[in-house]
């Protein structure tokens, strides 16, 4: 039983900060890399950033230098500290990990108003 709890999302203007944080707990094999997706409306899902269980970090072209993964072993948790917001980073954000199999969280809408 893997179970992803997500927080941190919400509204804010153009300009500003978020947090997001995904705790991660169960039995998970075979592990690889923990990373958050988004889901503009009307689009289908992309990548925003993977952190693999060795650390090394990627990221899309369109949220390099605003955006940072990291991740917190010792409490299973992975965050996505996002500056410089932007109207089109407005979407539905998943947490993901990512192993033999791929878990999903359950989503969080973040809204960033101009």
């Known amino acids: 039983q893997v179970q992803l709890v997500e927080s941190g999302g919400g509204l804010v203007q153009a300009g500003g900060s978020l947090r997001l944080s995904c705790a991660a707990s169960?039995?998970?094999?075979?592990?690889?890399?923990m990373g958050w997706y988004r889901q503009p409306p009307g689009e289908q899902r992309e990548l925003v950033a993977h952190?693999?269980?060795?650390?090394?970090?990627n990221y899309a072209d369109s949220v390099k230098g605003r955006f940072t993964i990291s991740r917190d072993g010792a409490k299973n948790t992975v965050y996505l500290q996002m500056n410089s917001l932007k109207p089109e980073d407005t979407a539905v954000y998943y947490c993901a990990v990512i192993g033999a199999r791929t878990h999903w969280g359950q989503g969080t809408q973040v809204t960033v108003s101009s």
């Open positions: 169960g039995i998970i094999f075979s592990p690889v890399a």
């Open positions: 952190i693999t269980s060795g650390g090394n970090t």
